[in-house]
């Protein structure tokens, strides 16, 4: 099975623009969630969308926000980047279950200028 | 809330020695606990998990059980080598959502 995709991998990226970046789960997994990594703040939740529904939702502003198809596939997006945008965006897939092992892919490196 | 804390690090040691890193997290509820690794410029790899007490995770070398009385999860392995070189992360799962909550990370540097 192919594992979970994101792109782009690099993104450079001048405060106020916006970006959108994409995630492919693993084929059959429902449940996609976003985590954010900064050397300072480690791993933070963003959120986690199952059958094209938000489920779940970190503590970050509304700037950031995400959606999924009916594919499964996901897309985060962040309006108005700030320089502390400045991160990893990993992306991690499930079937959804309770509990269920995450799968993470290999993140979109943001770098905001 | 929902908490994981871990040894920080760095952790430094040489090929063959016996690694221990520390993990103990909050008793909300009843978490799957897991580790990740991660390589550099690389996504978090799963390690091991464990589902329930006295469950045993293991993987490539790597052990960790699930102690409920000492709300622990330390990941060890007898004989490191260079190639694990890597930041590793515990998490635990469980709660009202279905988030994984993660320590802040230890980088270990095996030296040859």
């Known amino acids: 099975k192919a594992g979970v995709t994101q792109t782009p991998r690099y993104l450079i990226k001048t405060r106020g623009q916006q970006v959108t970046l994409s995630c492919s789960p693993i084929?059959?997994?429902?449940?996609v969630s976003w985590y954010q990594q900064t050397p300072g703040q480690g791993l933070q939740f963003l959120f986690e969308?199952?059958?094209?529904?938000?489920?779940n939702k970190g503590n970050f502003p509304g700037r950031f926000s995400g959606r999924q198809f009916s594919n499964s596939r996901s897309e985060m997006n962040v309006s108005t980047l700030e320089l502390g945008d400045s991160a990893l965006y990993l992306c991690?897939?499930?079937?959804?279950?309770?509990?269920?092992?995450?799968?993470f892919g290999p993140g979109t490196r943001l770098l905001v200028l | 809330g929902n908490s994981v804390t871990q040894m920080e690090g760095p952790v430094t040691l040489s090929e063959e020695a016996f690694l221990t890193i520390n993990c103990t997290y909050t008793?909300?509820?009843?978490?799957?606990l897991f580790w990740y690794v991660q390589y550099p410029g690389e996504g978090l790899q799963l390690l091991l998990k464990?589902?329930?007490?006295?469950d045993k995770g293991s993987n490539k070398g790597f052990e960790a059980t699930y102690r409920k009385e000492t709300t622990s999860f330390h990941l060890e392995k007898g004989s490191v080598q260079v190639s694990d070189s890597a930041v590793y992360f515990c998490?635990?799962?469980?709660?009202?959502?279905?988030?994984?909550?993660f320590g802040k990370g230890t980088l270990l540097t095996v030296n040859p």
């Open positions: 464990a589902t329930k007490a006295d």
């Open positions: 084929s059959g997994h429902r449940s």
């Open positions: 991690a897939s499930s079937s959804g279950t309770y509990q269920e092992t995450q799968y």
């Open positions: 969308y199952f059958s094209e529904t938000q489920r």
């Open positions: 998490a635990r799962s469980g709660g009202s959502n279905y988030k994984l909550t």
């Open positions: 008793a909300t509820g009843y978490p799957s």
